[in-house]
Structure formats: structure tokens, C-alpha cells
């Protein structure tokens, strides 16, 4: 044992991936190459997920319940509980290759969802949908955060669920346009005038979320918890914001310029993801998630043809068809249900359930106020509650920092 290394530490060593004795013909066992254990894991997991998703269908559920359900029944909660599949199909020593995949593959996924946006239709939004959005934000911070704070003083409760729950409420007042986006085009009511007024409304309260979002990335990463400190890394944040606002979208405008009637060769696409992986990386450096750079040149890219029709065709099946999946099947690798505390879980319920129900009157407030059929804003109240891969990466991220535990 090395005395340097603590006690408690799980220590990964490197694998050589190149062996020549782990195949068949030399009788060694192929799943103990680094390559062939992550072919086998993906493959696994597409089959089975596609497979739950032809059962689910019929139900109307979407097929981000059968990805996350498929990892879950190769995790604890399902056949991972049999130390022998464990060992077998998904070891540890395969997870850091696995994981490091998908969440690569996620930065694609979330450039594509914001290159299909377009920024300026936040200008342009209808009254109705800011007003909406406004509604939406306002009411879901306030109720479940002040029921999170009665729930603290009432309610006996460990002290890791006690120093996480407000953040829970908090974080209900998110409503991510990705997700909704992606909601709204499996049930293809994307163009349907109620779609577009949820996609609007959704668009307008994320805004406030999103910069919520980066305040309480800046606040994580100042451990020191000085002002000054906070003030830098804000700073950091701003500068790179300017840097894909006013030097790679003018950059990329006027390359476009430049081959106008001629059709986007491939240089030009590889030169954007290399843009895509630059920003990704300037994202950790300044102490933000690496998603927030992406998300930013996605929404900075000029939407429909020929850049935004051409990045879709070539990068749309490869990042929603397969690396999506495979960061829900993650998530649902990750999940153990036989650890989860009952009386956490009531709990978290309550606010959860508030959330929802409080979100659904707000719209129906400013529905209300804008003279929209009732009905309709159930429908976008429901919509609007739908939670997706933003959210689970953002509790992925405060569980790994320990802010969110005891859940």
C-alpha cells in the first residue's frame, strides 16, 4: 500500500488497451480490453434500451424513460445487485471510459438543441409568453423555497438533506428549453400554436435560469468565499460570453460570407467543432459546467440554412440516436433505489409535487391575464414541468461536489 495515497481512496489503474492476448484465439477473455468492454456496453445498452422503448411507446412515454431504464436494469437496482454481471458486464475499471464518452457526447447533444433556437425570437416574444415565463419563474422560486424553509424548521430531517433541500426548491424554478424542446418534438406538437407559445414561454424563463444557474456555479467554485473572488470568476464568465459573441459568431459569419452560394464544405463544419471543443474547455477553465460554452455558440450560430441545416444533417442522428442515450443509460447505471431514504424521499416529494402544482396554476395565472382557454394552459403547465438531461446533469454535478446529498 502507498503510504501518499489516503485511506479510502479508490485507486484506478491504467489499462493497456492494445493487449494481443485478450481474444478468443488465445484463449483470454476479450471483455478485459478496455475497447472491447466499452463496444460490448454500448451495444448492450442500445438493444435493451430500444427494446423497452417499443414496449413503452404504446404508453405514450417518451424514450428518455426507456434510456435511463435500461442503464438501471445493468445497475444496483437491477441485474448489477449479481456481483457476477457486476464484475462482468459493467466493472468499474470500464466506467471512467464510459462516463467520460457520454458526457463528451452530451456537448454535442446540447450544441444541436441551441442551434436549432434562435436568440432573436426571445425579442420578438409575443407578450403572452414573456408574461408566462415572468409567472412561471417568480412563483416556482418563491412558494417551494419558503416551503422548503418551513420544512427545516418543522420537520426533523438528516442534516445532508437539510443543508440541500432549498437548493432542491430552488432548482424547481428551472425550466430548460432543451428539455421541453425535445419533449414537444417526440410528440410533435412542436409547431402547434400551444407548443410554440410552451417552447416561448419556457425560452423567456430560462433566461433568468440560466444566469441563476451561472451565479451558483461562480458561488461553488469561490471556496474562499470572498467577494473579490465571486467578482473575478463572474468576470471570467462575462469575458467568455464576449469571446463567442463578438469573436467566433463574426468570425463564422463572415467565413460564411465568404462561400455564399457555394455549398458548407467540410472544413468549415470541423473549424466549428473545433470552436465547440475550445469553448467546452473554457467553460472548466472559468469554473462553469463545460455545457455553458456549447450552449452559448449553439445559440450564437445562425439557425436554418445553410450553417444550421448543415451542422443538423450531419451531427442530428449521431448526437440524439446515440450519444443521448448514453448518458440517460449513465444516469440510470448510476441509480440505486434500494439506498434511497423513505423518509428523504417524502420529503423531497412534497417539494417536488408543490413545484409542479404551483407551476400549473402560474401559467393558468397569466393565462388568466391574456384571455388563453383554460385548457390550454393546463396542457403548457404540464409541458413546462418536464425535466430532462439538464437537470439530471445538474444534480450529477452537485452530487459529485457534495452539494446536493443525504437525497
Not at 259 to 271: A, K, L, V
Not at 331 to 342: D, P, R, S, W
Request: proline fraction near 5%; charge should be neutral; charged fraction near 10%.
Amino acid at each position: 500500500m502507498d503510504p501518499t495515497i489516503p485511506n479510502g481512496t479508490t485507486l484506478l489503474v491504467c489499462q493497456d488497451p492494445h493487449s494481443h492476448e485478450r481474444d478468443i484465439w488465445h484463449l483470454g477473455n476479450p471483455l478485459y480490453s478496455p475497447t472491447s468492454l466499452f463496444l460490448m456496453q454500448i451495444s448492450l445498452i442500445a438493444i435493451v434500451s430500444q427494446c423497452i422503448d417499443l414496449c413503452l411507446k404504446p404508453l405514450g412515454q417518451s424514450s428518455l424513460v426507456s434510456q435511463i431504464l435500461g442503464g438501471m436494469l445493468f445497475g444496483p437496482s437491477g441485474l448489477g445487485r449479481k456481483q457476477v454481471v457486476k464484475e462482468t458486464l459493467f466493472p468499474t475499471r470500464g466506467a471512467l471510459v464510459f462516463e467520460t464518452t457520454a458526457s463528451f457526447g452530451l456537448m454535442f447533444v446540447f450544441f444541436i438543441m441551441s442551434v436549432k433556437m434562435d436568440p432573436a425570437t426571445l425579442v420578438k416574444t409575443e407578450k403572452q409568453a414573456l408574461t408566462i415565463g415572468l409567472s412561471v419563474f417568480s412563483l416556482t422560486i418563491t412558494v417551494p423555497t419558503g416551503l422548503s424553509i418551513l420544512l427545516k424548521k418543522y420537520v426533523y430531517m438528516d442534516k445532508g438533506l437539510r443543508d440541500s433541500i432549498t437548493l432542491i426548491a430552488i432548482s424547481q424554478a428551472l425550466t430548460v428549453f432543451i428539455c421541453i424542446q425535445i419533449l414537444l418534438n417526440e410528440l410533435k406538437i412542436l409547431n402547434t400554436d400551444t407548443g410554440r407559445l410552451a417552447l416561448n414561454s419556457a425560452l423567456s424563463a430560462d433566461v433568468i435560469g440560466f444566469c441563476m444557474t451561472l451565479v451558483m456555479f461562480s458561488i461553488m467554485q469561490n471556496e474562499g468565499g470572498k467577494f473579490t473572488s465571486l467578482l473575478l470568476i463572474i468576470l471570467a464568465v462575462v469575458a467568455l460570453f464576449l469571446l463567442i459573441v463578438y469573436v467566433m459568431r463574426p468570425l463564422i459569419l463572415w467565413l460564411l460570407k465568404r462561400s455564399t452560394g457555394n455549398p458548407i464544405d467540410e472544413f468549415f463544419i470541423i473549424y466549428i467543432l473545433v470552436f465547440l471543443l475550445i469553448v467546452g474547455f473554457l467553460s472548466e477553465i472559468v469554473g462553469q459546467h463545460f455545457l455553458m460554452g456549447p450552449i452559448i455558440l449553439g445559440l450564437a450560430i445562425p439557425e436554418g440554412p445553410p450553417l444550421g441545416t448543415a451542422l443538423l444533417t450531419k451531427l442530428q442522428t449521431l448526437c440524439m440516436g446515440f450519444l443521448y442515450p448514453m448518458y440517460l443509460a449513465v444516469c440510470g447505471l448510476e441509480t440505486n433505489v434500494f439506498q434511497i431514504n423513505f423518509r428523504s424521499l417524502w420529503i423531497v416529494s412534497i417539494i417536488v409535487i408543490t413545484s409542479c402544482v404551483v407551476k400549473i396554476v402560474a401559467v393558468m395565472l397569466a393565462g388568466y391575464y391574456n384571455n388563453i382557454p383554460m385548457k390550454d394552459c393546463c396542457v403548457m403547465g404540464l409541458i413546462l414541468n418536464a425535466r430532462g438531461v439538464p437537470e439530471l446533469c445538474m444534480f450529477n454535478v452537485w452530487k459529485a461536489s457534495k452539494v446536493c446529498i443525504g437525497t
